[in-house]
């Protein structure tokens, strides 16, 4: 008889739907908060990526109009990214001119880098294999200005 009564007591309370819905929700809420705090970085990380790039492709196009281009412009230019990025920390500008022969190969013919930061030598071409991943294919005699941020 005991037996019979837990029986029928599991079975009822298995089928006894009362209370789940604020069990449910107990269990779902520490998903939906890190839903949600996590949504407001992964919008804040893209929005960065995003004006960092339009701001990129701003001065590679300003720099692509211009017919000389001396230090001050190109600290212009830092500012000019500094604020469409609404970013003081970290950034600087290069700015090089790559000029390619075929019996020499790529050389720098400038550079010019803002902030105290290294130029970019021609031995720095080599030694970091810009020649084969950041440079285009050009023919001979032809420059490239290449601007980094």
């Known amino acids: 008889m005991k037996t019979l009564f837990r029986k029928l007591r599991t079975k009822r309370m298995a089928v006894d739907e009362a209370g789940s819905i604020s069990i449910e929700f107990v269990l779902i809420l520490p998903l ?10 992964f919008f804040d990380a893209f929005r960065d990526t995003n004006s960092q790039g339009k701001a990129a492709y ?15 412009y190109i600290d212009g230019l830092e ?16 700015v090089s001119s790559v000029k390619f022969t075929q019996d020499i190969g ?24 810009w020649e084969e991943h950041y440079l285009p294919i050009i023919g001979s005699g032809e420059t490239v200005i290449r601007s980094e941020s």
């Open 58 to 72: 701003t001065i590679g196009d300003i720099l692509s109009r211009q017919n000389e281009i001396d230090n001050g």
């Open 32 to 41: 939906l908060l890190w839903w949600y705090a996590g949504s407001f970085a």
């Open 79 to 94: 500012s000019l990214f500094k604020y469409m990025t609404a970013s003081d920390q970290g950034v600087w500008l290069r």
């Open 106 to 129: 790529y050389t720098v013919e400038w550079s010019y880098a803002t902030d105290g930061n290294t130029a970019l030598t021609t031995d720095m071409v080599y030694a970091y294999k």
